[in-house]
């Protein structure tokens, strides 16, 4: 299998705004240090940023960046917050604003609930799209059900769900199927599980003791790869066919680094099948937003 292209990592931006992440012990990116994070992604390929309304001050840290390297643009994904007042066109012109942009590459609905109540105002987005403010309509969801209901609409564009070597194939592989051959353009988040994969598995985390066993099958597969679990978790996703995009968030230019070296290494055939082997029988555990 040919190397994967660093154009296929999508760039998260939420730690340049919020702290973020169950394994992050340094908070809030600095200024300083994103400004190095998006530089060096930019110069190794990487094209797209996600962010959104509700990281914090990220779209302006993205804005900043851009004023200063008017030669290092990115295309930008953002998304309308959870709940909104309805004011698309208004927010539109003020995330542009923000991110010193003159067009978004996606606006994508931050949940499946706000896709839903808010379906009334589709034609402003279809109508902000005629008028080049903004190339792509998606939704970021987290179910297989919420991803059904969604690819019904064709003008969704583009959907985002969380896939990784726990939220694997054998819970999404059908549907995200399905979603490709429908024409939907997939990109993927979580690919570390907020960094689950990575803590002390003699860590108290609740989370991390009720996954103990799933995450101990995970190291005994690591060790038979030989690889890196970065590795294994990146090219887990990025090897997928029907995933277009890999989303990822960093809080260094190292971890950036080790991110784009980890695309070096091709997992074989016989290792993805004993990750697609795992199965989490309460996929609860596999949502953040449900961890206690």
Request: glycine fraction near 4%.
């Amino acid at each position: 299998m040919p190397k994967i292209s660093t154009n296929k990592f999508i760039l998260g931006t939420v730690q340049m705004g919020l702290n973020y992440g169950i394994n992050n012990s340094s908070g809030k990116v600095s200024l300083e240090d994103s400004f190095e994070i998006l530089e060096c992604a930019f110069d190794n390929g990487i094209s797209i940023l996600d962010s959104a309304e509700a990281y914090g001050d990220a779209h302006q840290v993205i804005g900043a960046f851009h004023k200063n390297h008017p030669e290092k643009t990115f295309e930008i994904i953002t998304k309308l917050p959870h709940h909104f007042d309805a004011q698309i066109k208004e927010k539109v012109s003020i995330y542009l604003a923000e991110l010193q942009v003159p067009q978004l590459y996606a606006l994508l609905f931050h949940s499946y609930d706000s896709y839903k109540k808010n379906i009334s105002n589709f034609d402003v987005l279809l109508e902000l799209k005629a008028q080049n403010k903004i190339k792509h309509i998606g939704v970021s969801v987290y179910t297989n059900a919420e991803i059904e209901a969604v690819i019904l609409n064709d003008d969704i564009e583009i959907i985002q769900i969380p896939f990784n070597l726990l939220d694997n194939n054998s819970l999404r592989g059908e549907i995200l199927k399905k979603a490709k051959a429908k024409g939907k353009t997939i990109h993927t988040r979580s690919a570390f599980l907020q960094g689950l994969f990575f803590k002390d598995l003699n860590s108290e985390n609740h989370t991390l003791k009720q996954l103990h066993k799933e995450l101990m099958e995970l190291g005994d597969i690591k060790i038979k790869s030989n690889c890196a679990m970065s590795q294994l978790a990146l090219n887990y996703c990025a090897q997928q066919d029907y995933i277009d995009n890999v989303l990822i968030g960093v809080d260094s230019k190292s971890q950036l680094k080790e991110n784009i070296t980890a695309l070096n290494h091709t997992i074989s055939p016989e290792i993805m099948a004993d990750l697609d082997a795992i199965k989490v029988k309460n996929v609860d555990l596999l949502n953040p937003s449900l961890w206690t």
